[in-house]
């Protein structure tokens, strides 16, 4: 079939049902939209293939700030000030005014940069949006910011669908929300699942699926093959998930797995990258969990350590990152700060897969000048023999390979920022630089202080009969396993777990099939 055709049914299927991609071979040169309500289903990631030419293959698009005539000074930019509800966890707001605002829109919340938030150029911000009327250019005075969707009007407070998630809102730095009269317009309960999208040669640098203006949609058991982008998420997105996925191909010298961008409240969880670039890279994002992803093969160069999970500025907050594997955790400050962001119980190896030797950037954990206020807890870091020196950073550095680098930029270069260091959280590691206790870095505490999960109640069904919590600093050997959780034991054996999932977790329900496609 062509692209034409599945577009058709895509346009034709009543919301909440789902247009159902028989086994075989696709192609198409447009790009196919998808529509709220809406799943498009395949018939396994081996069996149903599209093969696209399309600069984007598959489209998810509701509303955006990144589409049209936006920003503080567009058409239909309504601002207020934020006057109380700023504790953190709190879902009800107090503003100045609500006029033109209604339940089902989209609002953002922001305040002025405090002294850990650094602004670095419209790329820290999605270029486009503008949540401030003082910088209209690209948004910089205000880089902490989060998106909700209103639920609930009772006057002049507002009740949100997120809560708040950072500590720091004060009157002191202006809080302030601003929405747009088209927000009602975002996306809903649409899903991509059980399916391949490879680009071909044309498209190489053009992205398979992406997705900007959304709420609670979804990708799932898919593979994405040889693009510069695998799955660009572009744009003011809210309650998301991806998961069960298999990233595959360098489809440019400059590639990306995921792109989370102006996230809030995403879930990334459980799937693989092969040989994609830089799997993630995360930019003003908040509220999101990265968790039991596995990385393997991601090396752009060899005299470069990339950081797979990559908080590239925009202040990514508030960030979960729990059981990952791969080679390194960074935040960079190439287009401002990070901040509040945990990880727990991952294994992150300092080093590329192929062969120990990068030159450059070669650390487990890498928190550049103004990236403040992590937490550290429960992961194992480093590898024995080739990360020796525990910390490091520009004053009196050592250089690569390390621990943990402190303040700087990347190697050795930039002003130490102290805080970085001072502020992080650090609690019972396994690390390949500690000498005694086991190589465990306890900083005071103990085994039982380490959480097993910050988002998950019990073991999760998608584990089946693979222990957990996959990384414990006391068992470092199992820990280093690439096996030891779901997505690495499906890169490296082709199947899941024994009992667990062959079809996508956590699938939200869908009625039957409308459109059979073959």
């Known amino acids: 079939?062509?692209?034409?055709?599945?577009?058709?049914?895509?346009?034709?299927?009543?919301?909440?049902?789902?247009?159902?991609?028989?086994?075989?071979?696709?192609?198409?040169s447009g790009s196919l939209n998808m529509k709220s309500g809406v799943t498009l289903r395949?018939?396994?990631?081996?069996?149903?293939?599209?093969?696209?030419?399309?600069?984007?293959?598959?489209?998810?698009?509701?509303?955006?700030?990144?589409?049209?005539?936006?920003?503080?000074?567009?058409?239909?930019?309504?601002?207020?000030?934020?006057?109380g509800g700023y504790a953190q966890g709190s879902t009800s707001l107090t503003l100045s005014t609500v006029a033109s605002l209604s339940v089902g829109q989209v609002i953002t919340i922001d305040q002025l940069n405090d002294a850990d938030t650094t602004a670095v150029g419209a790329e820290g911000?999605?270029?486009?949006?503008?949540?401030?009327?003082?910088?209209?250019?690209?948004?910089?005075?205000?880089?902490q910011f989060q998106s909700a969707i209103v639920t609930a009007i009772n006057g002049n407070v507002v009740t949100i669908?997120?809560?708040?998630?950072?500590?720091?809102?004060?009157?002191?730095?202006?809080?302030?929300?601003?929405?747009?009269?088209?927000?009602?317009?975002?996306?809903?309960?649409?899903?991509?699942?059980?399916?391949?999208?490879?680009?071909?040669?044309?498209?190489?640098?053009?992205?398979?699926?992406?997705?900007?203006?959304?709420?609670?949609?979804?990708?799932?058991?898919?593979?994405?093959?040889?693009?510069?982008?695998?799955?660009q998420n572009y744009g003011m997105n809210i309650r998301c998930e991806f998961s069960h996925c298999t990233?595959?191909?360098?489809?440019?010298?400059?590639?990306?797995?995921?792109?989370?961008?102006?996230?809030?409240?995403?879930?990334?969880?459980?799937?693989?990258?092969?040989?994609?670039?830089?799997?993630?890279?995360i930019q003003a994002c908040a509220g999101c969990v990265i968790a039991y992803n596995y990385a393997t093969n991601c090396q752009l160069s060899t005299?470069?350590?990339?950081?797979?999970?990559?908080?590239?500025?925009?202040?990514?907050?508030?960030?979960l990152f729990e059981g990952n594997w791969g080679p390194e955790f960074e935040m960079d400050n190439t287009w401002g700060s990070a901040a509040y962001n945990v990880a727990l119980r991952n294994r992150f190896t300092g080093n590329s897969d192929s062969v120990l030797g990068d030159t450059g950037n070669a650390q487990a954990?890498?928190?550049?000048?103004?990236?403040?206020?992590?937490?550290?807890?429960?992961?194992?870091?480093?590898?024995?023999?080739?990360?020796?020196?525990?910390?490091?950073?520009?004053?009196?550095?050592?250089?690569?390979?390390?621990?943990?680098?402190f303040g700087g930029t990347s190697g050795c270069n930039g002003t130490y920022d102290p805080l970085t260091k001072s502020t992080m959280f650090r609690a019972f590691n396994w690390t390949s630089a500690t000498t005694t206790n086991n190589g465990i870095a306890t900083d005071g505490y103990q085994a039982s202080d380490i959480p097993n999960s910050l988002y998950l109640t019990s073991k999760p069904g998608f584990f089946g009969?693979?222990?957990?919590?996959?990384?414990?600093?006391?068992?470092?050997?199992?820990?280093?396993?690439?096996?030891?959780?779901?997505?690495?034991?499906?890169?490296?054996?082709?199947?899941?777990?024994p009992t667990g999932p062959t079809s996508p977790v956590n699938q939200p329900p869908v009625a039957v099939a409308v459109a059979t496609i073959a």
């Open 365 to 405: 954990i890498g928190c550049s000048a103004t990236s403040r206020h992590m937490t550290v807890m429960g992961n194992v870091l480093g590898t024995k023999g080739y990360n020796n020196t525990y910390e490091d950073g520009p004053a009196g550095c050592i250089g690569s390979p390390r621990v943990y680098y």
């Open 465 to 497: 009969s693979l222990p957990w919590p996959a990384v414990d600093p006391a068992n470092s050997t199992y820990s280093m396993s690439r096996t030891n959780i779901p997505a690495g034991y499906r890169a490296i054996l082709g199947m899941d777990p």
């Open 161 to 231: 669908s997120e809560p708040v998630y950072m500590p720091n809102y004060a009157s002191s730095h202006s809080p302030s929300a601003w929405w747009e009269d088209n927000a009602a317009t975002q996306m809903r309960a649409a899903g991509v699942e059980n399916l391949t999208v490879q680009c071909s040669s044309s498209a190489n640098s053009s992205s398979g699926i992406t997705m900007s203006g959304c709420y609670g949609c979804w990708v799932q058991n898919v593979t994405l093959k040889n693009y510069r982008y695998h799955c």
């Open 1 to 28: 079939a062509t692209g034409f055709t599945v577009q058709n049914a895509v346009k034709a299927c009543p919301s909440g049902q789902l247009v159902l991609l028989s086994a075989g071979a696709y192609r198409w």
């Open 42 to 83: 395949g018939a396994g990631q081996n069996a149903t293939i599209i093969t696209s030419s399309a600069n984007y293959a598959i489209i998810f698009q509701g509303y955006s700030c990144m589409i049209g005539n936006q920003g503080a000074n567009g058409a239909g930019v309504h601002h207020a000030s934020w006057t």
């Open 247 to 281: 990233l595959a191909g360098y489809g440019n010298t400059d590639c990306y797995g995921f792109y989370p961008k102006w996230q809030f409240g995403t879930l990334y969880e459980n799937n693989v990258g092969i040989n994609c670039g830089t799997m993630f890279l």
């Open 125 to 143: 911000t999605s270029t486009g949006c503008y949540s401030t009327t003082a910088d209209t250019a690209n948004g910089s005075d205000r880089f």
């Open 303 to 319: 005299s470069y350590l990339g950081g797979v999970y990559y908080c590239h500025g925009g202040n990514p907050n508030m960030c």
